[in-house]
């Protein structure tokens, strides 16, 4: 999907239509909080998700900050997934805005993908984007490459032309510090990639992501795709909007993020072992603590007093910025 919550925002808005809307946090810039998503006109300012609010503030000041209205965003989310699966019964589900289709068979598949596009025009009134390609690694690429509104193909046999100029950031698995490593080799560009021997790159970036880099720099990826997954943990955490250290107040938070952990073991039909209390100060330093118990429980007490007694074991000496809790070793209820 398209910027897929600031996009839900100007239609339900019309008069945001054309202007720069960030979506975070609580929708105060001046307060703590990161962008989740920017309209498209926000984004010609520089402002990208996961960036401070105060710093979207200061590229672009007279830009809209709208809070997250996530129970919004999943309901229209569930109007675009229920449209995908009337076309193929295969789809990984990845995200709240994004999914794999499995097309294996269908002869023209870009003449599906403007009859999908349409259905969720006429349904939701927003527009998405679609990679058209032989694996999920180039379908990923694809289709961040016309957006918004596009849909991209690549074939095998426009890897050089299409994928091989990219800069090495669109490859697939590359963050910054890659990026990095690669620019100082001289690298700029994914064909760069692909022409470095096999032995070369492992010896620099290791055996298993050597051999990522030697075989997506190709194009090539085996990767399926996946239609279930089982989660490995379920948490909740805050951000303070100002660091505290009134031990009440953090104590209270913990019980409130507790019962959320609980409920959502409950209504997801899973119980834990295991559960983790995330802490991290004003200086931002990041303190975890776990306590394992017997028997998995889904017990809002039981959670309660083994993240309590993890706090115990972390000293309080300066004003607390973060708090999570992280229920781990989760079991299936009524499952082998």
């Keep these: 999907m398209d910027a897929f919550?600031?996009?839900?925002?100007?239609?339900?808005?019309?008069?945001?239509?054309?202007?720069?809307?960030?979506?975070?946090?609580?929708?105060?810039?001046?307060?703590?909080?990161?962008?989740?998503t920017a309209s498209y006109e926000a984004r010609k300012f520089g402002i990208h998700s996961a960036?401070?609010?105060?710093?979207?503030?200061?590229?672009?000041?007279?830009?809209?900050?709208?809070?997250?209205?996530?129970?919004?965003?999943?309901?229209?989310?569930?109007?675009?997934?229920?449209?995908?699966?009337?076309?193929?019964?295969?789809?990984?589900?990845?995200?709240?805005?994004?999914?794999?289709?499995?097309?294996?068979?269908?002869?023209?598949?870009?003449?599906?993908?403007?009859?999908?596009?349409?259905?969720?025009?006429?349904?939701?009134?927003?527009?998405?984007?679609?990679?058209?390609?032989?694996?999920?690694?180039?379908?990923?690429?694809a289709s961040d490459m016309d957006k918004p509104d596009g849909i991209t193909i690549i074939t095998m046999k426009d890897i050089e032309k299409i994928l091989w100029p990219l800069s090495v950031r669109k490859l697939i698995g590359i963050g910054p510090k890659t990026e990095q490593c690669l620019n100082e080799m001289g690298i700029k560009e994914i064909g760069e990639i692909a022409a470095l021997p096999l032995d070369g790159l492992i010896e620099r970036f290791g055996l298993s992501y050597g051999n990522?880099?030697?075989?997506?720099?190709?194009?090539?990826?085996?990767?399926?795709?996946?239609?279930?997954?089982?989660?490995?943990?379920?948490?909740?955490?805050?951000?303070?909007?100002?660091?505290?250290?009134?031990w009440q107040f953090i104590a209270k938070t913990l019980a409130g993020l507790t019962k959320r952990v609980a409920e959502d073991m409950r209504q997801s039909g899973y119980k834990a072992q295991t559960f983790t209390l995330k802490l991290r100060f004003s200086d931002f330093e990041t303190h975890t603590r776990a306590k394992t118990i017997d028997m998995a429980t889904?017990?809002?007490?039981?959670?309660?007093?083994?993240?309590?007694?993890?706090?115990?074991?972390?000293?309080?000496?300066?004003?607390?910025?973060?708090?999570?809790?992280?229920?781990?070793?989760l079991v299936k209820i009524g499952g082998n």
């Design 212 to 246: 990522y880099l030697y075989r997506a720099s190709r194009g090539l990826d085996d990767s399926p795709l996946v239609t279930h997954r089982e989660p490995k943990s379920i948490s909740r955490e805050t951000t303070f909007q100002k660091d505290v250290r009134d």
């Design 51 to 141: 960036m401070p609010l105060r710093k979207a503030h200061q590229l672009c000041p007279k830009a809209i900050v709208l809070p997250v209205d996530y129970s919004e965003y999943k309901r229209v989310s569930k109007v675009v997934k229920n449209i995908l699966r009337e076309f193929t019964p295969v789809m990984e589900d990845v995200g709240i805005d994004e999914a794999y289709l499995d097309m294996t068979g269908i002869e023209n598949p870009a003449d599906v993908v403007a009859v999908i596009k349409k259905g969720i025009g006429d349904e939701t009134g927003l527009t998405c984007s679609f990679g058209i390609a032989p694996n999920k690694l180039l379908a990923k690429i």
């Design 298 to 329: 889904d017990s809002e007490e039981a959670v309660r007093r083994a993240i309590f007694e993890c706090l115990k074991k972390i000293d309080l000496t300066k004003r607390v910025r973060l708090l999570g809790v992280r229920a781990g070793k």
């Design 5 to 36: 919550f600031a996009a839900i925002e100007q239609k339900r808005c019309p008069e945001l239509t054309g202007l720069p809307v960030v979506i975070g946090g609580s929708g105060d810039p001046t307060r703590r909080g990161v962008v989740s």
